[in-house]
């Protein structure tokens, strides 16, 4: 089945540093990948949807400025937590869709959880 | 503004239960509607997956319904088995293309079943 790999699992860092997320699909292309965040007891929410080749598309109070998305090839989306800050803390996982398979669902990774110091 | 609501939040049942989790959502013009299942701090495992056009999908243990018309969605597990413990999240797809089909998540029931 469809794979999709999230790196790192867990990451602590410190205030005013950067993280970078990857998420890799490993056995399809997708040019499109969404960007979740989970805070405890909360919901997913959709964070932005990264289109390979192209800029992304932010939700409504999301800072672009704030989590860069790249997604340089059909199997590879980053997301980059620049200064980071203790509220940025949280569960942030990426989903993908196969290319092309319009009706699929959408494969998860395993995650990252973020903690900012 | 599509909202997806599951019910209950948690849920505590003895080996060997059957059990029924609820989904509902307030825009019945939905794409697909899919059930994952994630276990702590982890990423989200694909369940069932529901096209609008259908009723239910099975998978072993595991049965989900739709009613599109009424905005819910259940989901059926036989024979509950102390691996079964884990949050069930319901997410339905909308339309809107524009979301290039991103799902609307409930913030799902937390299931134990006690051996």
């Known amino acids: 089945g469809a794979v999709v790999s999230q790196h790192p699992s867990r990451v602590i860092c410190k205030s005013g540093t950067s993280v970078k997320i990857e998420c890799r699909s490993l056995d399809f292309q997708a040019t499109t990948m969404f960007w979740y965040r989970q805070f405890p007891k909360q919901s997913l929410m959709l964070m932005a949807t990264?289109?390979?080749?192209?800029?992304?598309?932010?939700e409504q109070g999301v800072e672009k400025d704030k989590f860069l998305i790249n997604h340089a090839s059909l199997t590879l989306s980053t997301l980059t937590v620049t200064s980071a800050h203790p509220e940025d803390s949280s569960f942030y996982i990426c989903s993908a869709r196969e290319q092309g398979f319009f009706n699929s669902p959408l494969h998860f990774g395993n995650g990252t959880r973020l903690t900012v110091t | 503004k599509q909202e997806v609501t599951q019910i209950p939040a948690a849920l505590s049942v003895p080996e060997g239960e059957n059990l029924v989790l609820n989904c509902s959502f307030t825009d019945s013009a939905i794409y697909n509607l899919q059930w994952f299942r994630q276990d702590p701090g982890k990423g989200l495992t694909s369940l069932l997956l529901i096209q609008s056009s259908q009723r239910e999908q099975t998978s072993g243990r595991l049965n989900a319904s739709l009613d599109k018309s009424s905005g819910r969605s259940t989901l059926y597990i036989a024979a509950s088995q102390p691996g079964d413990s884990a949050t069930y999240l319901c997410?339905?797809?909308?339309?809107?293309?524009?979301?290039?089909?991103?799902?609307?998540f409930g913030k799902g029931t937390k299931l134990s079943v006690k051996p």
């Open positions: 990264s289109n390979e080749g192209s800029k992304a598309t932010y």
């Open positions: 997410a339905v797809r909308g339309l809107d293309g524009g979301s290039q089909g991103n799902l609307i």
